[in-house]
Nanobody, 124 residues
Framework: VQLQAYGGGLVQSGGSLRLSCVASGINLDYYDVGWFRQAAGKEREGVSC????????GYAHSVKGRFTAVRDNAKNAVYLQMNSLKAEDTAVYYCATDQRKFCGSSGYYGMDYWGKGTQVTVSS
């Protein structure tokens, strides 16, 4: 199983980016997929989660209304559309999945499969 996260970059405050999480060796349709981020000197935090099969989404309070997670079952991918970016969104972003359900488990980071991070930098 491999997850590949990409799409990060440098963007001005107020701008947008779309992160992609593409999987091989596992069908993401059936499993929860979470997006997480870790800023320099800070702890990792959950950003969003989209549940397997039902596609129910959840977001951290800090990104609610600005970020949207969507599935692309044809491409075995999950995207994180990030709008109205702020300097405090600067971080390395990771996607993760697991065969166990984990959406709604705040503070849980024990997923079996993680993508390599992609850097998002928002200039103010």
């Amino acid at each position: 199983v491999q997850l590949q996260a990409y799409g990060g970059g440098l963007v001005q405050s107020g701008g947008s980016l779309r992160l992609s999480c593409v999987a091989s060796g596992i069908n993401l349709d059936y499993y929860d997929v979470g997006w997480f981020r870790q800023a320099a000197g800070k702890e990792r935090e959950g950003v969003s989660c989209i549940s397997g099969t039902e596609g129910i989404t959840g977001y951290a309070h800090s990104v609610k209304g600005r970020f949207t997670a969507v599935r692309d079952n044809a491409k075995n991918a999950v995207y994180l559309q990030m709008n109205s970016l702020k300097a405090e969104d600067t971080a390395v972003y990771y996607c993760a999945t697991d065969q166990r359900k984990f959406c709604g488990s705040s503070g849980y980071y024990g997923m079996d499969y993680w993508g390599k991070g992609t850097q998002v930098t928002v200039s103010s």
